[in-house]
Structures are given as C-alpha cells and as structure tokens.
C-alpha cells in the first residue's frame, strides 16, 4: 500500500526554466508534508514543509503547493539550477505518528546547463 | 554535514551472517529513527526511539533489531541476512518526537553476496 507516490521517476529541465515535481498522497491523516532532497552517496537533506493548514509555502527559489482536495502537492523550483540535480523526496506525516515519514519512491531531477 | 553520524559506510557481507549497523544523532537529539531504502524504491520507516526507549515500529523484520544506549546512539542489529537485505539504511535523529524535519545521516550500503 504506497501512500505517498511519486509519479515521475525523472525529470529533465533546462538551466533557468521551472521545474515542477508532484507527488499525491491517500492517507486522508496526513497533515504535515516536507520535500527532501538526495545528492548521490548522502542522506537526505530536508528542503521545504508544509502543514495542511496552509496551502503555499515559499523559501527563495522553492515553493511548495498543497491541494488537500486532491491530495496532492508540489514543488516547484524557478529558476532551476545545474546543482538542483538530484533526486527529490516527497514525504507525509500524521498527527499521531510524530515525525515517522512516508516516503514517496523518488523523482529524479536533472537540470540541463 | 547534517551532524548524524553513522558507521560503517559500506558493509558486504554473506547470507546468513549478522551486522551491526550504528548511529550517532545530532547533538542534543533525543529521537533516533532508521529506514531502509531498497533499489530504487522510497525510504522504508523500519523503527524509531526516543531516549533509549522504543517508541514506533514500522516494516521491520523479526531478523532485525535495534536499540538506543544512555548516550543516546542506536545499533541495528540484522541478522540470518538474506540477498533481498541488500539496501541503504539511514538513520535520522530529531529534538523531540513531535513534527520535526528529519535529519539523515549519509546512510550503510549493505551488499549480502
């Protein structure tokens, strides 16, 4: 049972342009949800949260969107950068479980210079 | 350098055998958790503790064990390994464990041949 999926297992973009990964949810408890980032060799590295309270939230270039409806989120990058290449995490938490994430399988993202 | 430490980085061992896998939490860090990432797949949630006690199971083997010392490091403890125990294993450390962003170490392959 994947309750957090990630449809995309790669993405390529050009230096510059947006780039845009998704990641939908089922568990109807989860109301926290981070992004991750994973260089090869290394842990993941925490990038962005969002509580289901919110809709939007930015950090310089990364934003991410959260449609509860749908389930859903994104993350966008604009502009996207050659170093933004690496594989991207979305994540999902409940109340009840504290910090204990579900992970998505991953998206590869490579920017292109 | 997200301040988790784990050790050793990389491990081969034969089916059957038995590894020890260990981490040191960020400092201050009372919450120890451990996943288990499989050939591209997401991170699998394996077990969590909060200061030395256990606090959460997830999709952990019986074979497998785990625990948190007074000064606060945790050992996996995997044993009778099978070739599908062949994956990265990450241990993240929080304050507390309430929603709090994950922290990773940078992980063990561990290859069974």
């Known amino acids: 049972d994947q309750q957090v999926k990630q449809n995309s297992p790669s993405l390529s973009v050009q230096e510059g342009r947006i780039s845009i990964l998704n990641c939908d949810y089922t568990?109807?408890?989860?109301?926290?949800f981070l992004w991750y980032k994973k260089y090869p060799a290394e842990g993941p590295t925490f990038l962005i949260s969002?509580?289901?309270?919110?809709d939007k939230n930015e950090d310089g270039r990364f934003t991410v969107f959260l449609n509860k409806s749908a389930k859903h989120l994104s993350l966008h990058i604009v502009p996207s950068q050659p170093g933004d290449s690496a594989v991207y995490f979305c994540?999902?938490?409940?109340?009840?479980?504290?910090?204990?994430?579900?992970f998505g399988e991953g998206t590869q993202l490579t920017v292109n210079p | 350098d997200s301040g988790v430490t784990q050790t050793p980085k990389h491990l081969i061992t034969a089916t059957g055998q038995r590894v020890t896998l260990r981490c040191s939490p960020r400092?201050?860090?009372?919450?120890v958790y451990w996943y288990q990432q499989s050939l591209d797949q997401g991170l699998q949630f394996l077990i969590q503790?909060?200061?030395?006690?256990?606090?959460a199971k997830g999709n952990i083997l019986e074979r497998f064990s785990a625990q948190q010392f007074p000064d606060l490091h945790s050992e996996l403890n995997l044993s009778s390994l099978e070739l599908g125990d062949s994956a990265l294993y990450f241990c993240?450390?929080?304050?507390?464990?309430?929603?709090?962003?994950?922290?990773f170490g940078n992980g063990t392959r561990l290859t069974v041949t």
């Open positions: 993240a450390s929080t304050p507390v464990p309430e929603n709090s962003p994950l922290h």
């Open positions: 568990n109807s408890m989860f109301d926290y």
């Open positions: 969002i509580s289901s309270i919110k």
């Open positions: 994540a999902a938490s409940a109340e009840t479980s504290g910090s204990r994430l579900t």
């Open positions: 400092s201050g860090d009372l919450s």
């Open positions: 503790y909060y200061n030395g006690e256990e606090r």
